[in-house]
């Protein structure tokens, strides 16, 4: 088997990732909980509400650990990515494990994000776009970012052929 | 300097509005007509008809007003509308009120369609379409009503300004000359004439009232049409007429089963006695026999009707090599034309689905990027943008390599003989075929619940005291569900049997090839389907594993091209992950692929 890409995401994306990942589940956590407290509140003969948001807030609990936790570190141990000279390699996923080895040739542009959160960190992802679907590298140093995207550009550029 | 497209617009256009319109205003027409016989007798025949010459001078009125509002429309939008070709952009000018222009670099250009309804083929005009590569959300540039000698002149100017823009300078006669030399030149192959050429022919030599003396518009190297075989085995086993054969068996079905439950006594009773009573009736036979005569001769008519369509449709089918380019035109009454460069290729695909496989034929396209339907046609353009583009609908597999040597002789050295899949992918098939995705299987195993929950949880009692009926009837019936269920088992058995026979062909014939410039992938099965991708189109590579193949030491393979709307992925389950590997390593660019000489 071809070996792993070596360089990993900057470790401030696990925070990045348990942050959004906590604010997700809360939302979800509070639309499914928030009727059932209504109802508890204005029924409070119906018990079976209440066993709902027992059951709610159990999951939510579960789910907390599991992103919290658990998950992090194991995605962050899968994610890695290649930068050399004329492609882009990237390995991730944790059952499904996927790997894509982009030629910069074939990357029509680069974009670098940042939301929020990972303004914070002072991270940005950066999103390769080919003519047929993009990819996106959550968390990387905005020095690391600015060559990867000056990287992609030049050698657009030499592309011979667009498309 | 401004090209405005042909008069036609104005007047043709009009007529296809008023047309529509008047479409419009008859089902309005048929409630008023309605409603005026409907109250014949009430009043008088005075105010009656009275009220029916207002009401009806009140449609023609506004009928009139509007059709007028929509021809000063379209007559003044045609002042407005014109487009250019500059050194380095094609731009369309349009609208009267909001203004929108579009503009297309040359090197932006995939494909330039035209296409031609009866009407506008009878004036030699026809729709141009510009197709670009812009991404997901893009859409074809569509010009209106350009008489035949514009649309070629106008493909033409676009291809070699695309060529020019790419060689940094004005691709000249000479030069094109000169690559159309390089490649070899084939004649078309014997019998290549079927019956509806003659009308295509036709057509061309009378080409329209406005279509304009021909435009020499490049060197053809290698051109073919249909034979007569080919064209009739294309129309019959075109997919729509399957489906309307399909529809009409359901529905002679139903005849029959609506005539056998008339026949069916409504009260309780020996149900044999009364069928035979009923059945040696000679008038129940004969409206059953005539019955089942009509919905098999209609079957027959929307059969023959839709075989028939689908062969004017590729009537006077052509496909040629022109220059660097690859023209097909096809259709007897509608016309379509399209054009594509051979840089804009993203794949050779060789289709045979199960009939083609069966007879050795296969059909022969080219994925090429589509633009997302920006007109009306959406379920046509939708189709054909699953299908790419036709090179050949019912080709023999033995003159496939023939064909794409005259055609595309750039796809020649594509690799030969597959990598085949690691013995692990045929068991690991199987169980996905036949079990995880079995309709077999999964029937089994339904009937088998269902079996048991009406044997074992209900019984003849419970069934009976259900239903209230006589425990002997519900005997019966139970014995009846029985038999059926040992069909339904039957008919499982043989749907297993068939999956497992698909998946041993996968796994036989499946597998990936490449060399230096092509890689070449099969996915097999009842249908095959064989992908040849230059390594230039192919977009991003993929290697996906899940924990069951990472045991098994395969991976699946996917290839992303640009083909299609917003792109398309091919796949192919369980390569052993060392050849995969291996695959990715191929994906990284090359030294000498990777600077190319800045021409």
Known sequence: MREMPKTQLDPKIKKVWRI??????????????????????????????????????????????????VLPPIRYARWRFDLTEDYLEIAKGIIWRNRYLIPFIRVQNTDTRQGPILRAFGLSSVTVSTAAGEHVIPGLGSDQADILRDRAAELARIAREDV | MKHRVHHSYMWLGSIRVGLSILFAYAIALISVFVQFFAKGGTRGAYTESLDFVISAACLVGTFVLVVGTMVVYQVISYKYLYFTLSDTEFSLYKGVISKKRVHVPYYRVQSVDQRASLLQRIFGVCTVMIDTAGGSSNKAVTVPYLTRQQAEWLRSELFSRKRGVQQGQRANAAASGSAAMRAPIGQAPEGSGNVLDFGSQAWEEYGGLFGGEEVETGRVSFEYGLSNKELLLTGISNNTSFLLVLFAILGAIGQIAQVLFGVFPKQGGDIAHDMVVHATGSAAIGFFALVAGCVFVAMLVVWIISALTACIGYGGFRARRRDSRIETERGLLQHTFQGVDVDRVQAVVVKQGFI??????????????????????????????????????????????????GLLPEYQDAPEGLTPLPAVSLRRGLIRRCILHGSGFWLAVCVTAALAAINVLCGVQGFASGFEVSSEYAAMILKVVNYCCVALYIFAIVAAVLEAIGCVLWFRESGFAYNERFMRLVNSGFSKTEYCIPRQKIQYFKLRTNPFQRRSKVATLMVRTAAGVGGTTVRLLDVAQSDGSAWLAWGEPKPHAKRPTKA
């Open chain 1, 20 to 69: 959004s990942d906590a604010i997700w589940i809360t939302l979800i956590f509070l639309a499914c909980f928030v009727p059932f407290l209504i109802v508890a509140c204005v029924a409070p003969s119906q018990t079976w509400a209440v066993i709902v948001m027992a059951a709610v807030f159990g999951a939510y609990a579960l789910a907390m650990i599991v992103f919290m936790a």
């Open chain 2, 356 to 405: 083609r496989r069966l007879l050795g034929y296969c059909e022969l396209s080219l994925a090429k990027i589509d633009a997302a339907s920006a007109n009306d046609d959406s379920t046509k353009s939708n189709q054909q943008a699953q299908q790419g583009m036709v090179i050949h609908p019912f080709v023999k597999l033995s003159r496939v390599p023939e064909i794409l040597q």
